[in-house]
């Protein structure tokens, strides 16, 4: 593991939430959570969701309020501190305009959601893809298993990671991330050391330098345990 | 207690969040959630937080989306349902324009908050108090330790454990509240067995039928274990 050929540790993690650290229902994994409370480097939570319930995850695990929330759109270095905002919505609502031409397309958290749109995972988003394909909107459309997001393809996790980065005063390359689904992927690989849960999909393992036998919160756990056990943490 | 002498049992579970399920600095207690997620009656979450900080700690608990937030302004009976709206937030902005001829305030999550209003705890508010008996706002100033709010006097906890018994097919007697603050006394009076916990304040004391001899999450704990005990839930 590169940290030990440099004999450098890492100096902070990057996780997602949702299917990383709770069960395959959102529930927390308790086991994640108390992992996450004995680690004495920033971490920070990377979610698609929005960013009052990555703040309330932060508060209730114990966090400092370092978050990246819908998927890149939103950074913060704390509770309270005004966030970096990489606001590409319009783009976004162009495509939702279009798109509900051809679906009956459900908006979820519109009132919350700053950067990008949400959806209800009730209609064919692979023609949905296609579709878009036609048009020339800068933007992806993603599913997360827990949303599909109509988002801008500059924008994701990874770079909201060099975005904390920057800020933090560290490089993607001195962060741990760990992830489980297509929206982790830049997230993983821009990362010193990435890891997929064992219940990821094929993107974000493909992105990782390392997979977890254990799924969801217990991977996340196995995950840490693994960094920990080479002494990169 | 009241459930044995009559043979029944307690038919739902109303509770705080910050300072009763978390440790003092607001981490979820994680004995706390794992007692929860034994119980096979719901729970609700009553906060005098904001509605998605509510649902958030509802989803990493485990819980059904049963919230009551804002003090009692906002009554939830599921994800993504349209909330019960107990509105007086304009008669909240008149005593903040008139407190604010005499202190520097600051609003917490405006933005997100929609029936009354919390404020940094940074300015004499018992001396604000007296300032409003002078006026005749339909309003009242609470300090629940981690905000001071000012809400509607015809609205709190208790008038939102009234709302949500009703839509659930319930009565305030059917559940046992726990909490540990000024705003929770009422939500431990109406219910039919109300608890506090060590580290609650005297209104929340005085109002309860039984006090922990723990403190914070392991008070809800105790509380949770002490009915049981007893058969009641």
Redesign the interface.
């Known amino acids: 593991m590169r940290c030990n050929l440099l004999g450098m540790k890492f100096k902070a993690i990057v996780l997602d939430i949702d299917g990383t650290i ?2 395959k ?4 994994n ?1 086991r994640a ?2 992992t996450l ?1 004995t680690l004495n480097i920033p971490v920070v939570l990377a979610t698609g969701n ?1 960013s ?2 990555a ?3 932060a ?4 966090l400092n309020g370092y978050v990246i929330a819908e998927n890149g759109g939103l950074v913060f270095t704390g509770y ?1 501190k005004p966030p970096i905002v990489s606001n590409n919505i319009e783009e976004c609502e162009k495509a939702f305009t279009f798109l509900s031409q051809h679906y009956k397309l459900t908006k ?2 519109p009132e ?1 959601r700053k950067t990008e749109i949400a959806l209800s995972r009730d209609f064919d988003m692979k023609e949905a893809k296609g579709l878009l394909k036609s048009q020339d909107f800068e933007v992806e459309i993603i599913d997360t298993k827990y949303a599909i997001h109509i988002k801008s393809n500059k924008i994701n996790k990874g770079t909201g990671l060099r975005n904390i980065a920057k800020i933090m005063g560290l490089t993607p390359a001195d962060f741990v991330a760990i992830g489980d689904s297509v929206n982790d992927a830049e997230m993983i690989q821009f990362a010193g050391f990435g890891i997929a849960v064992a219940n990821g999909d094929a993107e974000a393992k493909k992105a990782a330098d390392y997979v977890t036998k254990a799924s969801f919160g217990d991977g996340a756990v196995e995950a840490i345990e693994y960094v920990r056990s080479k002494g990169c943490i």
């Open positions: 709770t069960h229902d959102r529930r927390l308790l959570a108390e409370r929005i009052c319930y703040m309330a995850a508060k209730l695990i114990g309270y979820l958290d919350y």
